[in-house]
C-alpha cells in the first residue's frame, strides 16, 4: 500500500479525540450513499418509463401508416397491399378501417374508436388482439362470418346474429359489458331522412376483452371485422389506413418515405416516432431534469465531506507537522487528505450502488408500485436499471466528491511545521 493511502485509511479507522468528526464523516458516506441510490432509482423509473411506453406503443400500434392525403379512404386495397408487401424493410402489411362510434349498454355509454381489421394481417402488426384477457378474437376471422343484420337507422333492428367486437378492458368496464353481452353501436355516419340525419346503429355482441396496459387504447378501442366495419360505416370495399411492420423501427421516417414513394401519388405515410416525439422528448427531459436534482443530494453529502476533511486537518496539525519534520512534503500530505475523501466517496458510492440497483430490481420484479392508468398511460411504476447509469452515477459523485477534497488538502500541505509545533 503507499504510503499515503496507509496513512488515509488510518486517519479514517483512527480513534478521534473530538467524536464529531467521526459523526461528520459517518454522515458523509451516508450522504453519499443515499444520493448514489436515489439516482440510480429516478433513472431505472426514467428509464423504465420510457422503455414501456415505448414498447407498448409498437405493441399498439403499426411501426408506419399509410393513408390518402385528399379521400376518404383507398380503394383497390388489395393490389396494393400486394405491391407494398413486396417493398424492402416491409416485414407485414395490414389493411385498416377506423371509425369513431358510440357504444352502449342500457343507460351506459362511453365512445370509442373502433378499428375493423382482418385478424391475420392485424396481428402481424400489432400485438394488441393479443393481449385479448377474457374471450377470444376468434370469432373476427373472416371465415367465421355469418349472416349478419345490417345497420338499421329508425327503432326497429331485425333479431339476427349479432357480429363480434372486441372491446378495450377500461372501455368494457365503463358500460358494464362482459364477454357475450349484447352492445349497441351507434355510428354518427347516418342517413338523412325527412326529420334529419338519423344515426346507423347495429348491436354487437362483445367477443373479447382486451388488456393492454396503456390506457389510451384500453379506455376507447375496439375491434370488428373489416367487412361489418364496412357495412355500419356504409364504406363498401373501402380502407382508411394501410399498417406496416418494418425490420427497423428506429429507421421508420426513411422507410416511410420509400413506401410513399412506391404507392404513388396522393399517399403520406406516419410513423410511431413522429406520433409520439413530444412524449419522449418530454421523458428525455424530465430524465435530465431529474438527474440534476437528485445529483444536489450527492452535492450535499460533497459539502459534508469538505467540513469533515477540514476538522480532521484542525485535529491532526500537530500530526501533519510532525510528518513533514520527518521529509514528508506537502505534495504528499495534500494527497493524504484527497485519498481520505476519495476513500469516503467511495465507500459511499459503493453502497449506494447496492442499495440502487437492489431496490430497482424489487421494484422492477414485483410491480408493488401502481399508477394511475389514467394521468400515467401505464397501470404499473416500471424500473429498468443500466449498468451504464452505474457508471455514470459513479463517476460524478466521485468527481464532486473530490472537488470538495482540494480546499482542506491544501490547507493541509500549507501548513508550516516550526508554526504548528511552537506552542506544543
Known sequence: ???????????????????????????????????????????????????????????????????????????????????????????????????????????????????????????????????????????????????????????????????????????????????????????????????????????????????????????????????????????????????????????APEIGREIEQAAGQGYMTTNWIEQNRELFRALKLEQIVTFIVIALIVIVAALNILIALTMMVMEKTRDIAVLMSFGVDPAQVRRIFMLQGLLISVIGTAIGLVLGYAAAWAGGHYHFIHLSAEVYSIDTLPFAPRALDGVIVSVVSVGISLLATLYPSTSASRILPAEALRYE
Open 1 to 251: 500500500m503507499r504510503f499515503e493511502l496507509f496513512i488515509a485509511a488510518r486517519y479514517l479507522k483512527a480513534k478521534r479525540r473530538q467524536a464529531v468528526v467521526g459523526v461528520v464523516t459517518a454522515i458523509s458516506v451516508a450522504g453519499v450513499a443515499a444520493g448514489v441510490a436515489a439516482l440510480i432509482i429516478a433513472l431505472a423509473i426514467t428509464t423504465g418509463m420510457r422503455r414501456d411506453l415505448q414498447d407498448k406503443l409498437l405493441g399498439s400500434t403499426s411501426a408506419v401508416d399509410l393513408m390518402r392525403v385528399e379521400s376518404d379512404g383507398i380503394q383497390d386495397w388489395r393490389s396494393l397491399l400486394e405491391k407494398l408487401r413486396a417493398q424492402p424493410h416491409v416485414a407485414a402489411v395490414a389493411p385498416g378501417l377506423f371509425g369513431q362510434v358510440l357504444v352502449s349498454r342500457g343507460p351506459r355509454a362511453g365512445f370509442a374508436l373502433v378499428k375493423g381489421v382482418v385478424p391475420a394481417d392485424e396481428r402481424r402488426v400489432s400485438r394488441l388482439l393479443d393481449t385479448i384477457t377474457s374471450g377470444s378474437a376468434s370469432d373476427l376471422n373472416p371465415e367465421a362470418q355469418n349472416q349478419i343484420s345490417e345497420p338499421v337507422s329508425g327503432e326497429t333492428a331485425i333479431n339476427r346474429p349479432e357480429p363480434p367486437i372486441v372491446l378495450g378492458s377500461d372501455l368494457a368496464e365503463q358500460i358494464g359489458a362482459q364477454v357475450s353481452d349484447s352492445v349497441l353501436v351507434t355510428s354518427p355516419q347516418g342517413e338523412l331522412t325527412p326529420l334529419g340525419l338519423a344515426p346507423r346503429y347495429q348491436r354487437f355482441r362483445v367477443a373479447g376483452i382486451f388488456h393492454s396496459g396503456f390506457y389510451q387504447y384500453d379506455s376507447a378501442m375496439g375491434f370488428m371485422r373489416l367487412a361489418d366495419t364496412q357495412r355500419l360505416f356504409s364504406e363498401p370495399d373501402l380502407i382508411t389506413v394501410v399498417s406496416f411492420r418494418i425490420d427497423d423501427l428506429y429507421n
